[in-house]
């Protein structure tokens, strides 16, 4: 037995016609999940038995592809408001209805129809039907599809039914079809409806919209305008009414009559804004219009026929994209197209036109729907979680910020609220190797939880076995920022120069932190205490914004950095733990997915009097390890030979070419390349040495000496004592090619 839109189907489309099926989601947000189109065979259209937050459509026409259609057949008005003409069963083929008021009448005919001809026939039919939609006469529209249940605001209904069917539909040519229609409609036709809409005349059974300019605009607008959703507080009344003055702007409306429009239509809303707002948006909206006042009555007048009728079209073209689209925002600095509400982003121009052509069924110019002002726009992008608007204005610029809160709460699962914390802390304790190594780890989580956007200037690494469980931080973290506010990055992607993944981010976990090269090292403290960032992505355009993420890096290597013992941008965690039974990591796991609320709750209440972010990470004993795992073969072996005993070279003064000429003659062939001037004077600034000038006999010398500077004098004043009694000089070694 066939359901109800089996049938409709059936009547309006051959079994080899392909048909459109669009799903759209009845809180029409403009997420990608809002428009899905499907195209198929009219005898295999697949459609659920219900949908629980969408409702499905049909295009009335038969498609090539979801752009352009195969012929022109069928034509169906959508009559809101009013009840059915007395005419409709004697002259539709399908009705469709949803209550005494809402309507939809269906019309089969030949095939082999222009689209010229199809508008002219739309006009005069919506001019003789009362209610009918005269915003949309086109060809491709779309349909409720009827045995689904209507949602709307909250508002749950029935949806269409079947009312009439004829039992044998005649597809007779379209003029012979609708010969019963009047051959011409005039303004007067219609009654207030001429009003509301551009001048129509007459001429060989076509209808003409004339220019559209004031007076008669300010009615086309308040037409077009009361066809949209009622607005409360929170659906973005202040937005509506900006565009009421740009469009107001574009038509040659005078700023008089555009706020008495305005103030028309605010009056609709659940609450209405107070007026002083209304006139700011339209004050404002005249003030920044790009275009000349005027324009779109101007080219429309100065137009011919067919260009006006695309002209309006496109306008309102325009409106659809404006309000299934009110929660996105354009970034030109960026070039991408943002969903407010959820973060999801478009990042570039073929992305963003296919998307709103597949969200509205027309194909789409992004370059014109900017023109007109169809989509709201900004001039850079930032990201700031601290600031609650999220257009914002600063130096003349246009902003929007990307940062969006949690999607949902962290979990906060009754049954967890006493062990979660309890699972967390001790998984901190457990992979630390002290109190104070676990206070200041924890300090670190708090501080960024607590101060979403701040940036600390160091960052921890945790070095470990495999299987330990580091990667549970990111699971945590992804539950309290929200997984759209963090990233993890491999080390190879950290460096490779695209710096996407710390695009709008709060905290950044890098696994398998394996990096020995000085310009790697160089590029990621840049990363971690940069408080600006410059985004680069393959294939996009670059821009800047803050860098408000902090990092964690993971790495299962001994040597995961070359890192000195004076590192200061690391605090480095070398753990001893061994891998755990299952049972834990289940615990910890569990505590995370249905507790991690109250971690959360954990660490924003926890005492950070102690914690700077600010200046050097807090020293460990696992950045010593680190730092002697770093050690090159020339750095190792003075190590030893200074801990030896007693070489001159090896004195608390000396100077570097006395160590390199020591190396010369001590040091293993495959060594002594390693042991320069320079390499020996950074080995002795990382060993305690500082550097020196001092007087050697008739000489003025450079070393290094290790000890303050009374040790120093004293060293100097038994020097001049030896060579006074001996007559010899220093001890110490000098290079002829070299004084440090």
């Known amino acids: 037995m066939k359901t109800p839109a089996q049938k409709l189907i059936s009547a309006l489309f051959d079994p080899d016609d392909v048909v459109n099926v669009r799903v759209l989601a009845n809180a029409r947000t403009g997420s990608p999940d809002d428009a899905v189109n499907t195209l198929c065979?009219?005898?295999?259209?697949?459609?659920?038995?219900?949908?629980?937050?969408?409702?499905?459509?049909?295009?009335?026409?038969?498609?090539?592809?979801?752009?352009?259609?195969?012929?022109?057949?069928?034509?169906?008005?959508?009559?809101?408001?009013?009840?059915?003409?007395?005419?409709?069963?004697?002259?539709?083929?399908?009705?469709?209805?949803?209550?005494?008021?809402?309507?939809?009448?269906y019309f089969c005919f030949a095939e082999g129809v222009t689209r010229e001809e199809y508008k002219a026939i739309a006009a005069r039919l919506i001019a003789a039907t009362p209610g009918a939609d005269k915003a949309v006469s086109d060809p491709e529209r779309v349909l409720r599809l009827p045995g689904f249940a209507y949602s709307k605001k909250g508002v749950t209904g029935g949806g269409y039914r079947i009312a009439f069917m004829r039992k044998k539909i005649e597809r007779l040519p379209i003029a012979e079809k609708f010969a019963w229609l009047p051959a011409s409609v005039s303004g007067a036709a219609t009654g207030a409806a001429s009003e509301a809409a551009p001048t129509a005349t007459a001429?060989?059974?076509?209808?003409?919209?004339?220019?559209?300019?004031?007076?008669?605009?300010?009615?086309?607008?308040?037409?077009?305008?009361?066809?949209?959703e009622k607005l409360t507080s929170g659906e973005g009344r202040s937005r509506r009414l900006w565009f009421v003055g740009i469009d107001c702007h574009a038509w040659g409306v005078s700023l008089d009559d555009a706020l008495k429009l305005a103030a028309e239509i605010n009056a609709g809303f659940e609450p209405p804004e107070p007026a002083q707002v209304v006139a700011h948006q339209i004050k404002s909206a005249y003030k920044y219009a790009k275009g000349e006042f005027g324009a779109l009555a101007n080219r429309a007048a100065d137009a011919t026929e067919a260009k006006r009728r695309a002209e309006f079209r496109a306008f309102e073209r325009a409106q659809k994209v404006r309000d299934l689209f009110a929660n996105w925002v354009y970034v030109h600095a960026a070039a991408r197209f943002c969903n407010s509400e959820n973060g999801y982003a478009l990042a570039s121009k073929e992305q963003i036109e296919d998307y709103i052509t597949s969200a509205i069924g027309e194909a789409v110019s992004l370059r014109d729907l900017l023109a007109r002002d169809a989509l709201t726009r900004c001039d850079r992008m930032e990201f700031d979680p601290?600031?609650?608007?999220?257009?914002?204005?600063?130096?003349?610029?246009?902003?929007?910020?990307?940062?969006?809160?949690?999607?949902v709460p962290a979990p906060r699962d009754e049954a967890c609220k006493k062990t979660a914390v309890q699972a967390f802390k001790e998984h901190v304790g457990y992979l630390t190797t002290s109190e104070e190594e676990e206070k200041h780890l924890l300090d670190y989580f708090a501080f960024c939880v607590q101060n979403k956007g701040q940036k600390v200037d160091w960052t921890p690494l945790l070095i470990s076995k495999e299987g330990v469980g580091k990667s549970a931080f990111y699971s945590l973290f992804?539950?309290?920022?929200?997984?759209?506010?963090?990233?993890?990055?491999?080390?190879?992607?950290?460096?490779?120069?695209?710096?996407?993944?710390?695009?709008?981010?709060?905290?950044?976990?890098?696994?398998?932190?394996?990096?020995?090269?000085?310009?790697?090292?160089?590029?990621?403290?840049?990363?971690?205490?940069?408080?600006?960032?410059?985004?680069?992505?393959?294939?996009?355009?670059?821009?800047?914004?803050?860098?408000?993420?902090?990092?964690?890096?993971?790495?299962?290597?001994?040597?995961?950095?070359?890192?000195?013992?004076?590192?200061?941008?690391?605090?480095?965690?070398?753990?001893?733990?061994?891998?755990?039974?299952?049972?834990?990591?289940?615990?910890?796991?569990?505590?995370?997915?249905?507790?991690?609320?109250?971690?959360?709750?954990?660490?924003?209440?926890?005492?950070?009097k102690d914690f700077s972010p600010h200046g050097p990470a807090p020293k460990t004993e696992g950045l010593k390890i680190l730092a002697l795992a770093s050690r090159g073969d020339g750095a190792a072996w003075l190590?030893?030979?200074?801990?030896?005993?007693?070489?001159?070279?090896f004195g608390r003064l000396t100077t570097a070419a006395a160590i390199q000429q020591d190396a010369t003659q001590y040091?293993?062939?495959?060594?002594?390349?390693?042991?320069?001037?320079?390499?020996?004077?950074?080995?002795?600034?990382?060993?305690?040495?500082?550097?020196?000038?001092?007087?050697?006999?008739?000489?003025?010398?450079?070393?290094?000496?290790?000890?303050?500077?009374?040790?120093?004098?004293?060293?100097?004043?038994?020097?001049?004592?030896?060579?006074?009694?001996?007559?010899?000089?220093?001890?110490?070694?000098?290079?002829?090619?070299?004084n440090n």
């Open 41 to 105: 065979p009219a005898n295999d259209v697949y459609l659920q038995p219900a949908y629980a937050t969408a409702f499905p459509c049909v295009a009335i026409n038969p498609r090539k592809n979801l752009k352009t259609l195969s012929t022109i057949k069928n034509l169906a008005i959508d009559i809101d408001g009013a009840p059915l003409p007395e005419w409709a069963k004697e002259r539709a083929d399908v009705i469709c209805t949803r209550d005494a008021t809402h309507h939809h009448l």
């Open 203 to 228: 001429n060989a059974g076509t209808v003409s919209p004339a220019p559209v300019a004031a007076p008669n605009a300010v009615a086309y607008l308040k037409n077009l305008y009361a066809k949209k």
């Open 386 to 407: 601290t600031r609650e608007e999220q257009v914002f204005e600063r130096e003349g610029l246009r902003y929007f910020n990307a940062y969006a809160p949690p999607r």
């Open 478 to 608: 992804a539950k309290i920022f929200g997984e759209h506010n963090c990233a993890t990055v491999d080390a190879e992607n950290l460096l490779e120069g695209w710096t996407d993944f710390i695009a709008e981010k709060l905290f950044v976990v890098s696994h398998e932190v394996e990096m020995t090269e000085k310009q790697g090292l160089k590029k990621l403290k840049t990363l971690i205490t940069e408080k600006r960032v410059r985004i680069n992505a393959k294939y996009e355009r670059k821009y800047e914004t803050t860098n408000c993420a902090n990092f964690l890096l993971l790495s299962n290597e001994a040597n995961a950095l070359r890192l000195s013992a004076e590192s200061r941008r690391f605090f480095v965690v070398f753990s001893r733990a061994e891998p755990k039974p299952k049972a834990y990591y289940k615990t910890l796991f569990d505590a995370i997915e249905n507790g991690a609320g109250w971690i959360e709750d954990y660490l924003l209440a926890r005492d950070l």
């Open 639 to 649: 190590d030893e030979r200074a801990a030896s005993g007693d070489v001159d070279a």
């Open 667 to 738: 040091a293993p062939q495959s060594v002594m390349k390693y042991v320069s001037q320079r390499a020996a004077a950074a080995w002795l600034a990382n060993n305690g040495y500082r550097p020196v000038v001092y007087r050697d006999g008739v000489m003025t010398r450079r070393g290094w000496f290790k000890g303050s500077e009374a040790e120093f004098q004293a060293e100097l004043k038994k020097m001049k004592e030896t060579v006074n009694k001996t007559g010899n000089k220093t001890g110490v070694r000098h290079d002829k090619r070299a």
